[in-house]
């Protein structure tokens, strides 16, 4: 099934540099990835945009890990899969509230409404946990956009509309600039894009 994808990849992270060495790494398939310099802990999408979601060797470092995983799970289809690392052994002991236990972590995945959860042992330090959301993922009528499923970070408007290269928001009419093929939606950068604009 894997080799009939079609459609888009979207890859989101908080590091500007780890965005510019994914996309570096993966620039044979750069007319179907999409990179967004965003934060995971509130998502940029519509409820239900993903057919798959993965988060590997991430959760842990993010400040709020559940409320991330909370997030991936919305933007998951009914019918969709979502695959995880999940750090365990001594490694997860040095970082208190962003890791647990396999079994805790199949309870947390059931609370937030995902079934059949598998875990298998991967590399040394890690599990890999695949999920999936109940229901049955509807036929596509058409190809949807990566664009159509994105949502305004600051007015939460659905949809941003392309503007030349860069993304309008038809909410709050707020640009968003597409730099080396880098949506970027994080506020620092737009402060320090604008500032530099006006000298």
């Known amino acids: 099934r894997l080799?009939?994808?079609?459609?888009?990849i979207v890859g989101l992270d908080i590091s500007l540099g780890m965005l510019q060495q994914a996309r570096r790494k993966a620039a044979q398939h750069d007319s179907r990835v999409v990179w967004l310099w965003k934060n995971a802990q509130e998502l940029p999408f519509s409820d239900a945009a993903f057919d798959a979601i993965t988060c590997l060797e991430g959760l842990e470092f993010l400040p709020r890990p559940w409320q991330a995983l909370g997030e991936m799970v919305r933007v998951l289809k009914p019918g969709g899969a979502m695959l995880i690392s999940n750090r365990r052994g001594l490694d997860a002991t040095l970082m208190p509230g962003r890791t647990c236990g396999g079994e805790r972590l199949r309870e947390l995945l059931g609370e937030l409404g995902l079934e059949c959860v598998e875990i298998k042992q991967w590399q040394t330090y890690y599990d890999l946990v695949w999920a999936s959301k109940p229901g049955q993922t509807s036929p596509p009528d058409g190809v949807t956009e990566w664009n159509e499923v994105l949502t305004c970070p600051a007015c939460g408007a659905d949809g941003l509309t392309r503007q030349s290269k860069d993304l309008l928001c038809q909410g709050c009419l707020r640009l968003y600039?597409?730099?080396?093929?880098?949506?970027?939606?994080?506020g620092d950068f737009l402060r320090s894009l604008s500032g530099a604009q006006r000298g």
Request: net charge negative; charged share 30%; proline share 6%.
């Open 177 to 186: 600039p597409v730099r080396d093929s880098i949506v970027c939606l994080e």
């Open 3 to 8: 080799l009939e994808f079609q459609g888009e």
